[in-house]
């Protein structure tokens, strides 16, 4: 009877991963996404090196641009500005929000943008999961 009680009360623990990949355990405070997130800021910004790209005007560890923010801003209704996104932990929220429990390809492809390009960022991405 207590290796059914326990089982049961560590079920809702469980849960599918977003690339798919198996089953993994979740305690409170792990996300998922963790190595989606190492491997976007590792490609976009050499792991917190490179934080403004003037060519593209992105900042931060995600290299996000102004169009993103008013994206989120309009969506979130915040009034976030580009410079905000230096912060890793509001870059990093602004990431899972884009996440909504889809696939790393999905996730990965759709930050990067759209078009043929994305194909190339993808295999990036895959490189550092």
């Known amino acids: 009877m207590t290796t059914i009680l326990i089982s049961i009360m560590y079920f809702h623990l469980l849960i599918a991963p977003p690339n798919g990949a198996g089953v993994i355990f979740v305690e409170e405070g792990i996300c998922p996404y963790e190595p989606l997130i190492k491997a976007v800021?590792?490609?976009?910004?050499n792991n917190g090196r490179y934080l403004f790209n003037s060519d593209e005007g992105a900042v931060g560890w995600f290299q996000i641009r102004q169009i993103r923010v008013d994206h989120y801003n309009q969506l979130r209704g915040t009034n976030y500005?580009?410079?905000d996104f230096y912060?890793?932990?509001l870059s990093r929220e602004m990431f899972l929000y884009y996440c909504k429990g889809r696939d790393f390809e999905t996730v990965a492809k759709e930050w990067n943008g759209s078009g043929p390009m994305t194909k190339d960022y993808w295999r990036k991405i895959q490189k550092h999961l």
């Open 81 to 83: 500005k580009l410079t």
């Open 41 to 45: 800021v590792t490609v976009e910004s």
């Open 87 to 89: 912060d890793y932990d």
